[in-house]
């Protein structure tokens, strides 16, 4: 099957011409500023609500980490503290 598909004797290496860098003319300040409302007028903002609870869980996760952290730190402590005091 190799033989009748060619694929058993090995290929040249295929060779890529590089692509030619474009320079582009800069954009004015002004057309960017206009650039850059027409791209935030397509952005799908979050409701009052969901910033709201989005940034609940952020806190709640924060409280959580914070409290697992220290409670692991204290812990680690008070053992060494203990094993060389």
Do not use: H
């Amino acid at each position: 099957m190799a033989e009748k598909t060619g694929s058993d004797k090995p290929r040249a290496p295929e060779r890529r011409t590089p692509t030619p860098t474009q320079t582009r003319d800069r954009t004015s300040p002004s057309q960017f500023i206009s650039e850059v409302r027409g791209e935030l007028r397509k952005v799908a903002w979050p409701g009052r609500s969901e910033v709201i609870n989005s940034t609940i869980v952020v806190l709640i996760a924060v409280i959580v980490m914070t409290s697992l952290i220290f409670g692991s730190d204290y812990l680690w402590a008070k053992s060494v503290l203990f094993l060389y005091d």
